[in-house]
């Protein structure tokens, strides 16, 4: 049943009423007719249900992000070094931007809701002018091409290349040694596949790990090439790294 909802927002909102449920009158009369106009009126629910999975899962935890700050702003914190926290804050405001750019279809679906609950979703969100403002100025400085994206390496080169060209040079300067590093490495992957004869070879990336080599276990003939360090085995393949894959790889 929790898995039904488009939102991790909304899961968590009905494992809450489940877990506790409402005994104020006024407040379920109150979505019993947010509940009837959506059953009676097919265009809203689909609408609706269609527009919401345009919106970021994590919201509710962006949302949170930009919520808080810190008590003391210092050096630790806004340091360039800080890598970590560079890429969380440009995940979050890539999130920020894609459910911002949502705001017109959903306000297009709610226009014409009646019930209270929509209706107030509609004028104190869909019609609020400070997120249109909020988005202008994240234009002014993200890239509108850069989508939310939840498979790792393409998340890192959706982060990585987020801000747009021109703002920051030490930044395109990172940007070519990033798409120079990404080469070097899909070439070494290449260069192993012929090399060893393993044409199954595969190159996935993680966070934790950065690149490293997966190959079929039935591609290998007897025991890997020295040359392969890190060797773990898993299910059907074989995932391993070598000393120039770890010299050069992404993390």
């Keep these: ?93 890539i999130l920020l931007k894609t459910a911002l750019d949502a705001l017109p279809l959903l306000s297009k679906v709610l226009k014409d809701a009646q019930c209270f609950i929509l209706a ?21 400085v993200i890239d509108e091409d850069v989508l939310h994206a939840r498979v790792p390496f393409i998340a890192r ?10 703002i920051d040079g030490l930044l395109d300067i990172a940007r070519r040694s990033f798409c ?20 199954n070879l595969k190159l996935p990336f993680n966070n934790r790990r950065g690149f490293y080599f997966s190959i079929p276990r039935k591609d290998i003939q007897g025991k890997l090439p020295s040359k392969f360090i890190q060797v773990v085995k898993q299910g059907n393949n074989v995932h391993c790294s070598t000393l120039e894959l770890a010299s050069v790889s992404i993390v």
């Excluded at 080169?157 to 021109?166: E, L, N, P």
């Design 157 to 166: 080169t959706q982060q990585c290349f987020a801000v747009k060209a021109g």
């Design 180 to 199: 120079d590093t990404s080469e070097a490495i899909h070439n070494l992957a290449n260069k192993y596949r012929e090399e060893y004869k393993l044409p």
């Design 120 to 140: 107030n979703v509609y004028k104190s969100v869909c019609e609020n002018e400070k997120y249109a403002d909020i988005r202008k100025r994240i234009g002014e």
């Design 1 to 93: 049943m929790l898995k039904t909802t488009k939102t991790i927002g909304g899961t968590r909102l009905l494992r809450a009423n489940l877990l506790q449920p409402l005994k104020d009158i006024e407040t379920i009369n109150t979505r019993l007719d947010c509940l009837d106009e959506l059953m009676s009126n097919e265009q809203l629910f689909f609408g609706l249900s269609q527009v919401l999975r345009k919106f970021p899962k994590e919201t509710d935890r962006v949302l949170c992000h930009f919520c808080f700050k810190p008590k003391k702003i210092t050096n630790e914190v806004l340091g360039v070094d800080d890598a970590k926290k560079s890429q969380m804050l440009i995940s979050s405001i």
